[in-house]
């Protein structure tokens, strides 16, 4: 399998099927990062394609110092923000992002009530905790990858992501132990 560099050098030397490889290769991950930011999949496949069309148009630019991924990210993070500005919203929510659910109905239930929880709990993290918490964990980006996207230090990117997780478990402690007995705490120790 060639690497992204050894792709681009073929798309600077004319051959266009090595973009369209890497366009397989990175669709999914820039359509879930779209669809975080916009909330609506016809606008998120839109910004997907608008973000390869750039990268394509402007890859003679692309000089190799960050990874193709972190470049592709952060053309596709900045056209999914400017469709929400220019439709008066912006946000980089959780709510439709799915995690696993398990087969039984009513584990499933709960595990939709902590998705939804959770979800709420990060949209509450200030916004740059929220880009590094999701960036890390959603997109397993590194944290070089997170700074150079949030156009900040590597140890900043890491503090942002450690600050933004400690707040969601202090959040989700905090709500736990508001709960009944038969809250959350019950839901993982089946869990475990």
């Known amino acids: 399998m060639k ?12 051959h ?13 991950t820039m359509l879930r990062l779209a669809l975080r930011v916009t909330r609506d999949l016809p606008q998120a496949e839109d910004v997907v394609q608008e973000s390869f069309l750039k990268a394509y148009q402007k890859l003679d630019l692309f000089e190799g110092r960050s990874s193709f991924r972190s470049w592709l990210y ?6 999914a923000r400017n469709r929400l500005r220019s439709a008066g919203r912006e946000s980089l929510g959780l709510e439709h992002h799915e995690l696993a659910v398990p087969d039984q109905a009513e584990s499933g239930l709960m595990q939709s009530d902590l998705r939804k929880f959770i979800g709420a709990q990060v949209e509450l993290l200030p916004e740059r905790q929220k880009m590094a918490l999701t960036m890390r964990i959603f997109d397993d980006l590194s944290f070089r990858e997170i700074a150079e996207i949030m156009g900040c ?27 009944p007995q038969t809250g959350w705490e019950t839901y993982l120790m089946e869990a475990d």
């Open 3 to 14: 690497t992204d560099q050894e792709l681009i050098s073929e798309v600077k030397e004319g």
């Open 16 to 28: 266009r099927a090595a973009f369209s490889e890497l366009v397989c290769r990175h669709q999914k």
């Open 74 to 79: 952060q053309i596709t993070l900045n056209s």
């Open 153 to 179: 230090p590597y140890d900043t990117a890491k503090a942002n992501y450690r600050h933004g997780l400690m707040k969601l478990k202090d959040r989700i402690l905090k709500e736990d132990a508001a709960q």
